[in-house]
């Protein structure tokens, strides 16, 4: 099963949490020609006025400046983007093999479409990273006994 397991620099900003402000931020990111393969957009708890926008990758100087200009910065939580096949039970080995190595998330953002899986592990730095990046690799090219 192929696995694409790679670092990824998340531009973040805040934004008041209103309607369009996505789009707002978004757009001149599109103009610039970004190839974005990772969104993600939140209310902060507790502020309720107030919303976090996270964008990976900004890839080229032209669509840097367009980032920077709207306000972004990278500075998000130290991530992997991980790519590849489904398999039932897949989430649970991760997460067995991350806690086994004593590696805590601040975030985790997964979904399935058809048969491939797309997640964004965020930790807490970046000797956590390291030590995820590899027991990650094996949880999930590894199939389970049964």
């Known amino acids: 099963m192929a696995v694409s397991i ?35 957009g939140y209310r902060i708890p507790g502020r309720r006025g107030r919303a976090v926008i996270e964008v990976a990758p900004v ?13 972004l910065a990278p500075g998000g939580a130290p991530a992997l983007l991980i790519l590849g096949d489904n398999r039932p039970g897949l989430a649970n080995r991760i997460a067995r093999a991350l806690s086994e190595r004593g590696v805590n998330l601040a975030f985790l953002v997964a979904q399935v479409v058809g048969r491939r899986y797309s997640a964004v592990f965020g930790f807490e730095n970046e ?8 027991r ?11």
Do not use: F, Y
């Open 59 to 71: 890839s080229n100087r032209k669509v840097a400046r367009a980032a920077r200009e709207g306000g």
């Open 136 to 146: 990650i690799r094996t949880a999930v090219t590894v199939r389970p006994r049964g």
């Open 127 to 134: 000797a956590d990273l390291d030590k995820a990046a590899d």
């Open 6 to 40: 790679r670092k990824v620099t998340l531009w973040r900003t805040e934004v008041d949490h209103r309607p369009g402000a996505l789009a707002d931020l978004l757009e001149p990111l599109a103009e610039a020609g970004a190839d974005l393969q990772t969104v993600m």
